[in-house]
């Protein structure tokens, strides 16, 4: 399984930029996307998940909601954030995680313990 990132860079507070994760070798279609995000000296953060067909729920952090939007491409197997109104304080790498649906009644899980695969990472730096 490989979980490409992309997207990350520098940009003012204020500013927007969008991420996109890359998957392959897993079936993209049932498994839980999100993205997690990691400052120096701390855990990984959720950040933003998403389910698959046919409601695409998605569930946000209370910090980023109605600021960043997830979504998912399944017939290109890319899951994407985008992050409008950028502060300082989302400094961070981001990371994409995959999670296998187990159920049908399956819920958005926010602990990265809950997620089996993870890409490499994309450092997002907002100045003020």
């Known amino acids: 399984v490989q979980l490409q990132a992309s997207g990350g860079g520098l940009v003012q507070a204020g500013d927007s930029l969008r991420l996109s994760c890359a998957a392959s070798g897993l079936f993209f279609g049932s498994h839980v996307m999100a993205w997690f995000r990691q400052v120096p000296g701390k855990g990984r953060e959720f950040v933003a998940g998403?389910?698959?067909?046919?409601?695409?729920?998605?569930d946000y952090s209370d910090v980023v909601k109605g600021r960043f939007t997830i979504s998912r491409d399944n017939a290109r197997n890319s899951v994407s954030l985008q992050m409008n109104t950028l502060e300082p304080e989302d400094t961070a790498v981001y990371y994409c995680?995959?999670?296998?649906?187990?159920?049908?009644?399956?819920?958005?899980?926010?602990?990265?313990?809950?997620?089996?695969?993870w890409g490499q990472g994309t450092q997002v730096t907002v100045s003020s």
């Open positions: 995680a995959a999670a296998p649906i187990r159920s049908v009644y399956y819920s958005i899980k926010t602990s990265e313990g809950d997620y089996d695969n």
């Open positions: 998403i389910g698959t067909r046919p409601n695409y729920n998605t």
